[in-house]
């Protein structure tokens, strides 16, 4: 019976954002100009729904990301029209240092890169200098002449939206910022829920 109620509960959660997709909090209007804002505002949204990613409470990032490229198909359909797969954890080097960008898309409608870090946590503010930096080097390292911009989004599990307004003010770069949603998994709940050892052993005494 949970197990029937708890698939009832995700499928209303994500009906329920399904129909609040709204404009993810950017500042693409200032960095790309109004005609190319409003054009990279229709291919992203905010929440992203990954439905398919089962995490328990503590999972890493990078845990989330092999499930999501295990299952990129999915993650394309969800992304959107356009989204084409480049790379997880993405290597870029500058001045003999090695960095790596958590997802990187190239969008073929825009004709754009799309630098996506990956956060299973709340907003931070210091989450867009990281992001913003990966962008620049992605512009010069990887864009070519005839690209558009690279932009930057960020994947969090929350975010208060005018904390993102003000992380964003001063940034050059096309950021946005969207929640993004998975299965978790109640581990402890279905623990509690299996007999012990003790149980199992009285169980086959008495057969």
Same mark, same amino acid.
């Given at each position: ?39 990279? *505002?229709?291919?992203?949204? $905010? ?9 328990? *409470?503590? /999972?890493?990032?990078?845990?989330? =990301?092999?499930?999501?490229?295990? !299952? ?5 359909? *969800? ?19 090695? #960095? ?13 890169? %799309?630098?996506? *870090? ?13 992001? !913003?930096?990966?962008?620049?080097? %992605? $512009? ?5 002449? $005839?690209? !558009? ?13 005018? =904390? %993102?307004? #003000? /992380? ?28 012990? %050892?003790? =149980? ?8």
């Amino acid at each position: 019976m949970a197990g029937k109620r708890d698939t009832l509960e995700l499928q209303i959660k994500h009906e329920l954002y399904q129909k609040s997709f709204e404009t993810l909090p950017n500042n693409f209007s200032k960095s790309l100009g109004e005609t190319s804002a409003k054009l990279v *505002e229709q291919v992203v949204k $905010d929440p992203y729904w990954f439905d398919f990613v089962e995490i328990e *409470e503590e /999972a890493h990032e990078r845990d989330i =990301e092999q499930q999501m490229v295990s !299952n990129i198909t999915k993650v394309l359909l *969800e992304m959107g029209k356009g989204f084409a797969f480049v790379g997880q954890q993405y290597h870029i080097s500058l001045n003999e240092k090695d #960095y790596y960008i958590d997802l990187l898309f190239y969008h073929i409608i825009l004709k754009r890169y %799309v630098v996506v *870090e990956l956060k299973n946590q709340k907003f931070q503010p210091e989450f867009v200098g990281k992001l !913003n930096f990966y962008i620049n080097v %992605v $512009d010069r390292q990887l864009k070519n002449h $005839d690209d !558009n911009p690279s932009i930057g989004l960020l994947l969090c599990r929350d975010k208060d939206s005018f =904390e %993102v307004e #003000y /992380a964003l003010q001063g940034i050059e770069k096309p950021i946005g910022v969207s929640q993004f949603n998975v299965t978790e998994l109640q581990l402890n709940n279905i623990k509690s829920q299996l007999p012990t %050892v003790t =149980e199992l052993e009285q169980h086959l005494n008495s057969l």
